[in-house]
C-alpha cells in the first residue's frame, strides 16, 4: 500500500457533521504491539466538531489497524455512530531476505551454483546480488538477480577454480510497496573449495619396510573438513 504510514507521529483527526458535547474517545486496534491503544480522551474544545489524536507510531508493529471513535454525543445525547474512513496500514519493516544454494555451501566446488533469495514480504524493486570473497574471478559486482515471484529471486553463480576461500553474498535494492529499503540477508556465506586436499603421511616414512601393527599418522591441509581412509594389503 503506497498510502500506507510509517514510523513516527501520526496525527488523526475527527471531523464530525455536527457539534458534539462530550468529548470522543479514541481506540487504535491491530495486530498485537506497541502502537495499539485503548480508549483515549482526543483534543479539541467543547463544544466542538473537530477533534484530534497524536499516534508515535511505532517500528515491528505492522499491519491494518482501525481507529474506533466513541463517547461523543450531541446536545440532544445521541452518540456518535462509527467513523468513516476509520482503516489504515503502518508498514515500518525493511524486507529481510533469506539465501539458500543448491549446493552445501559448506564446500562448493566449481561449476554452477543457483543461489534462491526469498523476501519475508513483497518486494516491487528490481534487487540485486554482489559476491564478495579473496581477489578472483568469483567475486560479482552488483547484478540484478532474475524475479521468480514477488517474494523470490534467483542468482547464478558459476564457479571457477583456483579462486578459493569464504566468500559473502550481499543483497541490495530490495524496496517494498511503501519504499522501505532491505533489511539485509539471512544465511549469507558460503566456501569456494576447488583444490584437492594435501595429504603428508609422517609415518612411517616413504620407503620404510614395517611388519605386525602398523602406526600411521599424518596431516591433511583443505578449507573443508576431510575424511582420510587407511588401506593395504597384508
Known sequence: DSNAVRAGALTITALFSETVNTRPAISITGAPGSNNRAATPMAGNLPGNLFTFLLDVQ???DGTFTAAVSSAADRAGNANQPATNAMFVIA???PLAALSFS??????GAGSLAITCDFD???????TLAITGPAGANNRAAAAMTRLSSTRFLFSLDVVSSNDGEFFATVGNAQNSVGISGGGAINNRFIVDTTPPIL????????????GAVAVSGC??????????????G
Open 59 to 61: 517500528s515491528g508493529n
Open 92 to 94: 515500518t519493516v525493511a
Open 103 to 108: 549446493r552445501d555451501p559448506a564446500g562448493v
Open 121 to 127: 514480504q513483497p518486494v516491487v524493486s528490481a534487487p
Open 200 to 211: 603428508t603421511v609422517v609415518e612411517p616414512a616413504e620407503g620404510t619396510t614395517v611388519g
Open 220 to 233: 591433511v591441509s583443505d578449507l573443508t573438513a576431510v575424511t582420510v581412509l587407511v588401506s593395504g594389503n
